[in-house]
């Protein structure tokens, strides 16, 4: 009888892990991500940063942006194309019962913010922070944090 328990519980745990993994590694739409479909998008906003050390070694920050853009605009359409062309990865880090604070991404000196907005500001919006290391920070409205890493297709 204790073994029959042994062997249930051992092939428990190797299904849990087998399920892990697969959430892990399969890619996510960004309307998986924000739990929202993309037409129902109506705003967005968009800065990217470059920053670093020239060859002359002069420090360098370059900031380029895109203002409250809506779903008529040529703009709004390519930043939310560019959006739906990548699969995203959840993080394990997803999983812990407690918020994630912080997010390094290893010296990157690129990033960009996308602020989506679909309804009421306060609770109906997403911030998007994008490294060029491939690493992605998902905030909801007032929620939490939640970490993705972006599958590049």
């Given at each position: 009888?204790r073994?029959h328990?042994?062997?249930?519980l051992?092939?428990l745990l ?5 399920c892990?993994?697969v959430w892990r ?5 960004l309307a998986?991500i924000i739990?929202v479909?993309?037409s129902?998008i109506?705003?967005l906003?968009?800065t990217?940063?470059?920053s670093?050390?020239?060859e002359d070694?002069t420090p360098f920050i370059?900031?380029?942006?895109l203002?409250a853009l ?10 939310v194309d560019l959006?739906n062309?990548s ?18 991404s290893?010296?990157s000196s ?7 907005a679909?309804g ?9 922070t994008v ?9 909801l409205?007032?929620y939490?944090?939640q970490k993705v ?5």
């Amino acid at each position: 009888m204790r073994k029959h328990i042994k062997k249930i519980l051992i092939a428990l745990l190797a299904l849990i892990v087998l399920c892990a993994c697969v959430w892990r590694l399969r890619p996510h739409s960004l309307a998986d991500i924000i739990s929202v479909d993309e037409s129902a998008i109506i705003s967005l906003t968009c800065t990217a940063n470059i920053s670093g050390v020239s060859e002359d070694g002069t420090p360098f920050i370059d900031n380029y942006e895109l203002q409250a853009l809506t779903g008529d605009s040529k703009d709004f359409m390519a930043v939310v194309d560019l959006l739906n062309q990548s699969g995203y990865q959840q993080s394990f880090q997803n999983l812990l019962p407690w918020a994630i604070t912080s997010v390094s991404s290893n010296g990157s000196s690129m990033n960009a913010n996308i602020f989506l907005a679909w309804g009421n500001t306060e609770k109906e919006t997403c911030f998007l922070t994008v490294y060029d290391d491939g690493k992605v920070v998902v905030s909801l409205g007032a929620y939490a944090a939640q970490k993705v890493q972006l599958d590049r297709r």
